[in-house]
């Protein structure tokens, strides 16, 4: 989307309006929504392996417990071809209730898995970029003024977009997943 918002900016033609810009604005939503959705989709590939390896924690029991993993629903897992998959998607479903674009319900989502120090800081000492959880969050805030108010501001205008800035925001997502990619690959989960 954003490349479609470019190629459109660069082809010119008609007067260039802000609403023109909906292009781009569209591309930050999807662009939080997808690390949203790796967060959850990674944590629940983690989750079998990890438990695997190191067993429950009090943390997973709490996590499995709120999910609905009953001793019942553990029982009829007994009978289930795949009981991995039914514990992966009572999580899953569980999960869905969660907003994790906040880098502290990710941290503490994913010290259930091991890890106490918060893994988002970890990826963001690997990545060796100081502010870029930071820069992150602006692009998060900058999503929910888009979601929930159009991207208006207080006098009904649309807010300007810093394109160079916004777009390398979109681009610190990559390396953040990337460098949580590299610790769970290193806890092999």
Request: charged letters at 30%.
């Amino acid at each position: 989307m954003i490349k479609r918002h470019w190629e459109a900016w660069k082809a010119g033609g008609a007067a260039w309006d802000e609403s023109d810009d909906d292009l781009f604005r569209a591309g930050v939503v999807l662009s939080v929504a997808a690390m949203d959705a790796y967060f959850t989709d990674r944590f629940c590939e983690a989750l079998v392996p990890y438990i695997k390896k190191e067993g429950l924690n009090k943390g997973l029991k709490e996590l499995l417990s709120n999910s609905g993993m009953t001793l019942e629903k553990s029982i009829e897992m007994f009978d289930n071809k795949r009981p991995k998959r039914v514990m992966s998607n009572l999580v899953r479903r569980h999960l869905s209730t969660f907003v994790t674009q906040n880098f502290k319900i990710v941290d503490k989502l994913y010290r259930c898995i091991g890890f106490e120090k918060p893994v988002t800081l970890s990826a963001q000492d690997l990545s060796k970029r100081k502010r870029l959880l930071g820069s992150i969050e602006k692009l998060v805030e900058r999503r929910h003024k888009i979601v929930h108010a159009g991207d208006y501001n207080q006098h009904g205008r649309l807010n300007q977009i810093e394109y160079q800035k916004t777009f390398k925001r979109i681009l610190e997502i990559r390396v953040l997943v990337a460098n949580i990619e590299k610790l769970l690959a290193a806890e092999k989960i």
